[in-house]
T-cell receptor, first 113, second 114 residues
Framework: GENVEQHPSTLSVQEGDSAVIKCTYSDSASNYFPWYKQELGKRPQLIIDIRSNVGEKKDQRIAVTLNKTAKHFSLHITETQPEDSAVYFCAASMGSSASKIIFGSGTRLSIRP | GAGVSQSPSNKVTEKGKDVELRCDPI?????LYWYRQRLGQGLEFLIYFQGNSAPDKSGLPSDRFSAERTGESVSTLTIQRTQQEDSAVYLC????????????FGPGTRLTVL
């Protein structure tokens, strides 16, 4: 079926340390993998995305890696700051023409001061 | 420019009543998506539109749920004979292109079924 699994469900790291969130997907035809951040009571917002023709993408303190063979991708946040505390969702395009975006169950990231 | 808007922001209804949720996407966005988010949980895909067409309705939880889009703009999600398990935040998102493009989310409609 169309499924994205995300781990861990909760993550607590010391401010300044790195955080890693991992996802696996079921559809080998998936070719678009966005990550969204949702702060408490707010709407999800895109923070970074990667397409299947690249293996890694960076944007300042955020990086995403993709392993198409293993069907998994990861989000890396370095030098974490208090404002990084939020719920993070991975997602993958699925279905005919990669038209659906299926989300993982989310990771609640807490940054300890 | 204006972002995605949804109305109402909050809806409280009695079990068995019908409700209609509205989404106004960003002008010119071809694709429109509906998701359900139960408290503290992830985003459950419901349905997507390319233009006014919804090719895949398999994500709708039951036949009490339906959605339509007109004028490649406004979309409505209708829930008939609401049940308590329908209580959730219903999020709408739009994107310029279908699938491999940034989704811009609306603020959501919080539905509470008593």
């Amino acid at each position: 079926g169309e499924n994205v699994e995300q781990h861990p469900s909760t993550l607590s790291v010391q401010e300044g340390d790195s955080a890693v969130i991992k996802c696996t997907y079921s559809d080998s035809a998936s070719n678009y993998f966005p990550w969204y951040k949702q702060e408490l009571g707010k709407r999800p917002q895109l923070i970074i995305d990667i397409r299947s023709n690249v293996g890694e993408k960076k944007d300042q303190r955020i990086a995403v890696t993709l392993n198409k063979t293993a069907k998994h991708f990861s989000l890396h946040i370095t030098e974490t700051q208090p404002e990084d505390s939020a719920v993070y969702f991975c997602a993958a395009s699925m279905g005919s023409s990669a038209s659906k975006i299926i989300f993982g169950s989310g990771t609640r990231l807490s940054i300890r001061p | 420019g204006a972002g995605v808007s949804q109305s109402p922001s909050n809806k409280v209804t009695e079990k068995g009543k019908d409700v209609e949720l509205r989404c106004d996407p960003i002008s010119g966005h071809t694709a429109l998506y509906w998701y359900r988010q139960r408290l503290g949980q992830g985003l459950e895909f419901l349905i997507y539109f390319q233009g006014n067409s919804a090719p895949d309705k398999s994500g709708l939880p039951s036949d009490r749920f339906s959605a339509e889009r007109t004028g490649e703009s406004v979309s409505t999600l209708t829930i008939q004979r609401t049940q308590q398990e329908d209580s959730a935040v219903y999020l709408c998102a739009s994107s310029p292109l279908l699938g491999t493009d940034t989704q811009y989310f609306g603020p959501g409609t919080r539905l509470t079924v008593l």
